[in-house]
C-alpha cells in the first residue's frame, strides 16, 4: 500500500508540469532572462551544458543541465538536475534539487529538498517551510521556521544557522555545531553505525526509508521531465520513432541490444590504446547520455501504447498528460517481480534501438 501511495505523492509532485502554458529552451548554454527585470509568464522547461536564470519566471521552472545558475525569481514550484547547481534567486514555493554540487542561499518559500555529493545551505538561506537534505557533506547555515531532517556523511552546521524547530539527522557519527548555531527544538541524532548483537531501532530504517522515498520520486519526476522536454524539444523525430517502434518492434529490439552491447565493448578497446584514448573517453561519454535519452525514448513508447490501446489513438498522439501517466503505468509494471523488471528492459530496448538509429540518421545523413 505503501509504494502505491508514493506512486500518487509523486503524481501530486508533477502535477504543476500541466499549468498554464510552457516555454521550451535547450542548447549548450541557455540563459533565460538577460536582465534582472524581465519575465517570463509561463512554465520554464529548460537543459543545456549552463542554463542561467536571471529574470522572473511566473510560474514553475524545470531544468537540466550540466551547471546551473538560478540568480531570479520564480513565482511557484522549482526543480533542478544537474552536476553544479547554485540557486540564490528568490522561489515563491517548493525547492527541489539533485546534484552533484548543491549550493543554495536564496530564499524559498515552501519545502526544500536537496539531494547532493556536497550541499551548502548558505546563511542567506531562508526556507518557508519543512527540509530535507541529503548528501556526503552537508555544511547548513540559514534561517528554517519548521522541522529540519537531515542524512549524510559528514555534517556541519554553521555560524547563523536558526533552526525554530526540530532536528532529526541521520549519519554514522555525530553533527559538528558550531557555537554560533541556534536550535530552538529538539536535536535528535540517529546513529548509523552498524550495532552487533542488539536489536536496532526502527527509526534508522524509518529514515532511509523516508530518505530513498525522496529519491525515487525525484527520480520519477526526472524521468517525465526529460520524456517531456524529448518530446517537445525534438517533436517530429519523437513521433518518427514511436512509429518506427510500432512498425518494427523486433528489428528495433535487436538493434538496441547490439548498440548496448558494442558500444561499450568499442570505447574499452579505444581506452586500453593510448592513440584511441580520447575517443574511447568520447564515446564512453556518449553511451551514458544515450542511456538517458533512451529512458526518455522509452517513456514516450509507453505513451505510444496507452494512446493505442487504452486511449484507442493514433500512437503518436501523445500529450504531456499521457507522458505522466505512462511512467506511473511504468512504475507499477515494475513493482511485479522480474516479469514486470524483463518488460520494462525489452521496451527499454526497443527505444535504445530507434534513438540509436534516429541519431545515426542525423549524424550520417544519406547521400
Not at 524581465?38 to 529574470?55: C, F, K, L, P, Q
Not at 522561489?91 to 527541489?96: N, Q
Not at 530513498?212 to 517533436?235: D, N, P
Amino acid at each position: 500500500m505503501k509504494k502505491y501511495l508514493g506512486l500518487l505523492v509523486g503524481l501530486a509532485l508533477i502535477l504543476p508540469i500541466a499549468a498554464g502554458a510552457a516555454e521550451f529552451s535547450k542548447g549548450d548554454v541557455v540563459n533565460l532572462g538577460v536582465h534582472p527585470g524581465e519575465m517570463v509568464r509561463e512554465n520554464v522547461y529548460a537543459a543545456g551544458g549552463t542554463v542561467n536564470v536571471v529574470g522572473t519566471v511566473d510560474g514553475d521552472l524545470y531544468v537540466a543541465g550540466g551547471t546551473v545558475n538560478l540568480m531570479g525569481t520564480v513565482t511557484k514550484d522549482v526543480t533542478v538536475v544537474g552536476g553544479t547547481l547554485i540557486v540564490t534567486g528568490k522561489i515563491g514555493d517548493d525547492l527541489r534539487v539533485v546534484g552533484g554540487n548543491v549550493t543554495v542561499g536564496g530564499s524559498i518559500g515552501g519545502e526544500l529538498v536537496a539531494i547532493g555529493g556536497n550541499v551548502n545551505v548558505l546563511p542567506s538561506t531562508t526556507v518557508g517551510a519543512e527540509a530535507y537534505i541529503v548528501g556526503g557533506v552537508i555544511n547548513l547555515s540559514g534561517s528554517f521556521p519548521a522541522d529540519l531532517v537531515m542524512a549524510g556523511g559528514q555534517i556541519y552546521l554553521a555560524e547563523g544557522l536558526m533552526a525554530r524547530n526540530n532536528f532529526d539527522y541521520y549519519s554514522q557519527k555525530e553533527a559538528k555545531i558550531s557555537d554560533g548555531a541556534i536550535i530552538l527544538g529538539t536535536t535528535t541524532f540517529h546513529q548509523q553505525a552498524v550495532k552487533k548483537n542488539t536489536q536496532s531501532s526502527k527509526s534508522p530504517f524509518f529514515g532511509l526509508f523516508a530518505f530513498m522515498t525522496i529519491w525515487v520520486l525525484l527520480g520519477l519526476a526526472g524521468a517525465i521531465i526529460l520524456a517531456c522536454l524529448l518530446f517537445y524539444l525534438w517533436k517530429q523525430e519523437s513521433k518518427e520513432m514511436i512509429e518506427a517502434a510500432f512498425a518494427s518492434p523486433g528489428r528495433e529490439l535487436i538493434r538496441g541490444f547490439v548498440v548496448l552491447i558494442v558500444l561499450p565493448i568499442a570505447a574499452i578497446i579505444c581506452l586500453i590504446t593510448l592513440v584511441g584514448l580520447p575517443l574511447g573517453f568520447l564515446a564512453g561519454v556518449f553511451y551514458v547520455a544515450l542511456i538517458i535519452l533512451g529512458a526518455a525514448t522509452t517513456g514516450l513508447l509507453w505513451a505510444g501504447l496507452l494512446a493505442k490501446f487504452v486511449f484507442k489513438r493514433k500512437e503518436t498522439d501523445i500529450n504531456w498528460w499521457l507522458i505522466i501517466l505512462a511512467a506511473l503505468v511504468l512504475a507499477l509494471v515494475k513493482l511485479i517481480p522480474f516479469v514486470g523488471w524483463l518488460i520494462g528492459f525489452l521496451v527499454f530496448l526497443v527505444g535504445f534501438g530507434v534513438l540509436s538509429n534516429k541519431i545515426y540518421s542525423k549524424l550520417m545523413p544519406k547521400k
